[in-house]
C-alpha cells in the first residue's frame, strides 16, 4: 500500500513551489500588510510624522515660510517666563478641571432621570443629543448672541424680574467670560457624557435593586452600592475622553471670545494658534503645543490606573 | 478594554427607551410603582424639563433670531422677545443671494464626502485585517491606531500646516480631504473592529474552502453583515467632518474656498449691529443638514458613539 502512494505521488505533476507573488498574496502577513496599507499611510503620513515634526518645530526657531533652525530649548525657556502662557495653563487647568467635574455630575444625573420609565422617553432622549450633534461653532455662535453685552436675553430676563440694574457684561468681564465659556462647554459636552452613561446603565439588572430594596437599602444606598461600582469602568472611559477633549479644546473659545477678555479665556490651543498661525512664529506656537503634551498623557494614565484598579475591585483579572 | 460585567450593551433599545433587562420583559414597570406622582414630578420632571430646556434653548433662540425682522432683533423692550408675529425670510435671503453660503455649504459636503469616502475604505481593510488576517502584531497595531485617536487635532495643526505647504496643498480643499482621515480612522476603525468581531468565522471558513479570495470574502460575506456598524461609522465620520474647525481655520486662505463653520466666524462677523440675524441664519443652515441626518439615523448615531466608548 504504502509503495502504491508512494508511485502515485511521484506520477502526478510536482506541486509548485510558492513564488514569490504567490507569498505576496496569499502570506497572512504579507496579505495583513496590504490591508492595513491605506490606513497606515494616512496615520503615518499626517499624523505620526507631524506629531514628531511639531516636537522638531519646538526646537527651531521657525517663522511661516522660513524653516527654523535648531535653537535647543530656548522656546521652551521663553514660555517659562512668559506670564501669558502661564496663564494660558491656568485658565486651560481651570476649564478642564471645572467643565468636566459638572459634566460628569450632570451627565450622570441627567442619565439616571433619562433611565426612569416615562412618557415619551424616546423622543426625549433623542433630544439630548442634539447640542452634540450640532458643530461646536455654531452652537458657540448662538451663545455669542445669547451673551452678547447690550442685547443679551438673559440681561434682558434678569432686569425684567429685578435681580439686576444693569447689563452683565458676559463676555467682556475676567470672571463671567470664565464662567461663560465653561458654561457652553459643559453644555456641549452633557449629551454625549448622558447618553454614554445611559447605554451602560441599560446594562444593569433591575432584580439587583430590588434585591436590595427588600435588604432596606435607601435610595443614595442603591445608587452608591450597586449602580456606581458597575458603572465605572464605563464612567473611566468617558471621563477620559471628556478630559482630553476639554483640555485641546480650541473651537468654542475662539468662536465666543478668542482668547479675550485680557486673555482671560485663552487656552493652550488657542494661544498656541495665536502665536504660531496669526503671530507667525511657528516653533513659540509648537512649543506651546507640545506642553500640553505631558498633561494629555498624565491623563490618560490617571484614568487608565484608575480604571485598572476599578477591574480588580470587582474580582476581575488584571489582564 | 472595558467589558461590562453584566449583559452587553443593546444600543437599539437606549434610544427607544425599551430596556433589555429581565425585568422589562414581562411588561412590569420595575418599581417605579413604589413612586407616587406628585413625587415623580419633583424628583423628575421638573429637572428633566429644566435641563432640557437649556440644552434646546439656544436653537430656539437661534431660530427665533434667523426669522425675526432686524428692528425687533435689538428693541428688546418695545417687542417680546420671545416671540415673533411678523417672521421673515430676509436673512435667509441675503445668505443665499448676497453671500457664498451656497457655495461654502458647497465645499464643507465635498470636503465631508471625499473625507469619509477615503476614511471609511481604509478603516474597513484595516479593521478586517487586525480581526481576521491577525497578522504578526496586529493587537499591537491595534492598540497604536487607538491611541492615535487620542492625539488632538489642536497639537497637530502647526507641524501640520507645514507639511501641507510643503506638499503644496495650501489652501485647496484637498489639504482637508487628506487630513481629516487622520481624525477619522482611528475612531472608525476601532468602531468596525467590534462589528466585525461579532461575524461567525465559520462563514468565512466556509467560503475559504470554496476558494473564495480574501477580497471576496471581505466584499461579499462580511461586509453585507457589518452594514449597521458601516452606516454608524459613515455617519459618525461626516459629523466630524462637518464641526472640525481647527485645521480648516488654519489650511484655507480664500474666502470662496472655507468650509461653513470658517466661513462663518470669519466673514460674517463684522462690526454691523444688524448682523446676528444673518449670522444666525448661517449657523441654523449649517446645522439642519446633520439634524436632518440625525433624526432618520438616531440609533446610529447611538450605537457609534457608544461603541467607540465600549470596546
Redesign the interface.
Known amino acids: 500500500m504504502a509503495d502504491i502512494a508512494l508511485q502515485r505521488r511521484t506520477a502526478r505533476p510536482p506541486i509548485r513551489e510558492a513564488t514569490a507573488w504567490d507569498q505576496l498574496r496569499t502570506n497572512r502577513n504579507w496579505l495583513g500588510f496590504w490591508f492595513m496599507l491605506p490606513a497606515m499611510a494616512f496615520l503615518i503620513l499626517f499624523l505620526a510624522y507631524p506629531l514628531g515634526l511639531g516636537i522638531w518645530i519646538s526646537f527651531t526657531d521657525a517663522k511661516i515660510g522660513r524653516p527654523g533652525e535648531y535653537i535647543g530649548t530656548e522656546n521652551y525657556e521663553w514660555l517659562w517666563g512668559d506670564t501669558i502662557f502661564w496663564l494660558s495653563v491656568f485658565n486651560t487647568l481651570l476649564y478642564t478641571a471645572v467643565a468636566s467635574a459638572i459634566k460628569f455630575a450632570i451627565g450622570l444625573y441627567l442619565a439616571l432621570l433619562l433611565n426612569e420609565n416615562m412618557p415619551f422617553k424616546a423622543i426625549l432622549r433623542a433630544m439630548v443629543l442634539i447640542p452634540f450633534i450640532v458643530p461646536t461653532v455654531l452652537s458657540a455662535l448662538a451663545f455669542w448672541w445669547i451673551f452678547d453685552s447690550q442685547f443679551s436675553i438673559i440681561s434682558w430676563s434678569l432686569k425684567q424680574v429685578g435681580l439686576i440694574t444693569e447689563n452683565i457684561n458676559f463676555l467682556g468681564d475676567v470672571t463671567w467670560a470664565r464662567i461663560c465659556v465653561i458654561f457652553a462647554n459643559i453644555w456641549r459636552g452633557v449629551p454625549f457624557v448622558a447618553i454614554t452613561l445611559l447605554a451602560g446603565l441599560q446594562t444593569v439588572q433591575p432584580s439587583l435593586y430590588e434585591a436590595a430594596t427588600l435588604d432596606g437599602a435607601s435610595k443614595w444606598e442603591m445608587f452608591r452600592f450597586i449602580t456606581y461600582p458597575l458603572l465605572t469602568p464605563i464612567i473611566a472611559v468617558v471621563m477620559t475622553f471628556s478630559v482630553l477633549f476639554t483640555f485641546t479644546d480650541f473651537q468654542l473659545i475662539w468662536a465666543m471670545t478668542r482668547g479675550g477678555p485680557v486673555n482671560a479665556t485663552h487656552l493652550m490651543a488657542t494661544l498656541s494658534y495665536q502665536r504660531a498661525i496669526i503671530a507667525g512664529q511657528l516653533g513659540e506656537g509648537a512649543a506651546i503645543s507640545s506642553a500640553m503634551i505631558p498633561f494629555l498623557l498624565a491623563a490618560i494614565m490617571v484614568s487608565w490606573f484608575g480604571l485598572q484598579r476599578r477591574k480588580w475591585q470587582q474580582g476581575e483579572n488584571n489582564d | 478594554?472595558?467589558?461590562?460585567?453584566?449583559?452587553?450593551?443593546?444600543?437599539k433599545?437606549?434610544?427607544?427607551?425599551t430596556?433589555?433587562?429581565?425585568?422589562?420583559d414581562d411588561h412590569s414597570?420595575?418599581?417605579?410603582y413604589l413612586q407616587s406622582v406628585p413625587r415623580?414630578m419633583v424628583t423628575?420632571?421638573m429637572?428633566?424639563a429644566i435641563?432640557?430646556f437649556?440644552?434646546?434653548f439656544?436653537?430656539y433662540?437661534?431660530g427665533l433670531?434667523a426669522i425675526k425682522p432686524d428692528e425687533q432683533?435689538?428693541d428688546?423692550d418695545k417687542f417680546n422677545?420671545?416671540w415673533t408675529w411678523n417672521p421673515t425670510l430676509k436673512h435667509f435671503h441675503k445668505l443665499l443671494f448676497d453671500s457664498h453660503y451656497p457655495l461654502w455649504l458647497w465645499n464643507t459636503m465635498y470636503v465631508a464626502v471625499c473625507a469619509t469616502i477615503?476614511?471609511i475604505?481604509?478603516?474597513v481593510?484595516?479593521a478586517?485585517?487586525?480581526v481576521r488576517?491577525?497578522?504578526?502584531g496586529?493587537q499591537w497595531?491595534g492598540g497604536l491606531?487607538f491611541l492615535?485617536y487620542?492625539?488632538?487635532?489642536?497639537?497637530?495643526?502647526?507641524?501640520?500646516?507645514?507639511?501641507v505647504f510643503q506638499y503644496g496643498l495650501f489652501d485647496s480643499p484637498l489639504a482637508l480631504i487628506?487630513?481629516y482621515?487622520?481624525i477619522l480612522?482611528?475612531f472608525s476603525?476601532w468602531l468596525l473592529m467590534g462589528y466585525f468581531k461579532t461575524i461567525p468565522f465559520e462563514l468565512e471558513e466556509c467560503a475559504l474552502i470554496d476558494g473564495a479570495s480574501?477580497w471576496q470574502l471581505l466584499v461579499k460575506i462580511v461586509l453585507p453583515r457589518a452594514i449597521p456598524g458601516l452606516i454608524s461609522a459613515v455617519i459618525f465620520c461626516f459629523?466630524l467632518c462637518?464641526?472640525e474647525?481647527?485645521y480648516a481655520?488654519?489650511f484655507l486662505q480664500s474666502t470662496s474656498n472655507k468650509t461653513?463653520?470658517?466661513a462663518?466666524?470669519n466673514e460674517f462677523v463684522d462690526g454691523d449691529i444688524y448682523r446676528?440675524g444673518s449670522?444666525?441664519a448661517g449657523?441654523?443652515a449649517?446645522?439642519l443638514p446633520?439634524?436632518i441626518l440625525?433624526?432618520f439615523f438616531?440609533e446610529h448615531?447611538?450605537s457609534a458613539?457608544?461603541g467607540a466608548?465600549?470596546e
Open positions: 478594554m472595558t467589558d461590562l460585567p453584566t449583559s452587553r450593551i443593546d444600543l433599545s437606549v434610544l427607544a427607551g430596556s433589555p433587562t429581565v425585568a422589562k414597570e420595575g418599581m417605579s415623580r423628575l420632571y429637572p428633566l435641563i432640557v437649556v440644552l434646546l439656544p436653537f433662540w437661534m433670531t432683533l435689538l428688546l422677545p420671545f477615503l476614511s475604505f481604509a478603516s481593510l484595516a478586517y485585517a487586525i488576517l491577525r497578522y504578526r496586529a497595531v491606531i492615535s487620542l492625539v488632538p487635532p489642536s497639537i497637530l495643526f502647526i507641524p501640520l500646516a507645514t507639511v487628506l487630513t482621515p487622520t480612522i482611528p476603525t480574501r459629523t462637518w464641526n474647525f481647527i481655520l488654519t461653513v463653520p470658517v462663518i466666524v446676528w449670522l444666525m449657523a441654523l449649517g446645522s446633520l439634524v440625525y433624526a438616531v448615531y447611538v458613539m457608544t466608548v465600549k
